[in-house]
Nanobody, 117 residues
Framework: QVQLVESGGGLVQAGGSLRLSCVAS????????MGWYRQAPGKQRELVAV???????TYADPLRGRFTISRDNAKNTVYLQMNSLKPEDTAVYYC???????????WGQGTQVTVSS
């Protein structure tokens, strides 16, 4: 079982920045991949970015260049640096972790990000 705790959300003006953190209850070096997803009111949850245990990253195309995912294995933490925030980035941001053996997926409780215009 992997527990994930997100932090760093809040209210920011358009054009501002936030850095989200996701701390895992286990060594993330043992986790195949971690990522961030978001869900805006009335919309489906969508991929923001993922990072594998080898450091490979994938981003949702519209967010590439503004958002950066990174990991610190020593702190069992994955980060999401968000720059040039827009009102449409307003959503609950969720941390996700997955393992292949066994095939499991874990979610954090989410952190609210609100971008005012």
């Amino acid at each position: 079982q992997v527990q994930l705790v997100e932090s760093g959300g809040g209210l920011v003006q358009a054009g501002g920045s936030l850095r989200l953190s996701c701390v895992a209850s286990t060594r993330i070096s043992r986790i195949n991949g971690m990522g961030w997803y978001r869900q805006a009111p009335g919309k489906q949850r969508e991929l923001v970015a993922v990072i594998t245990s080898s450091g490979a990253t994938t981003y949702a195309d519209p967010l590439r260049g503004r958002f950066t995912i990174s990991r610190d294995n020593a702190k069992n933490t994955v980060y999401l640096q968000m720059n040039s925030l827009k009102p449409e980035d307003t959503a609950v941001y969720y941390c996700n972790a997955w393992t292949i053996f066994p095939p499991q997926s874990y979610w954090g409780q989410g952190t609210q990000v609100t971008v005012s215009s």
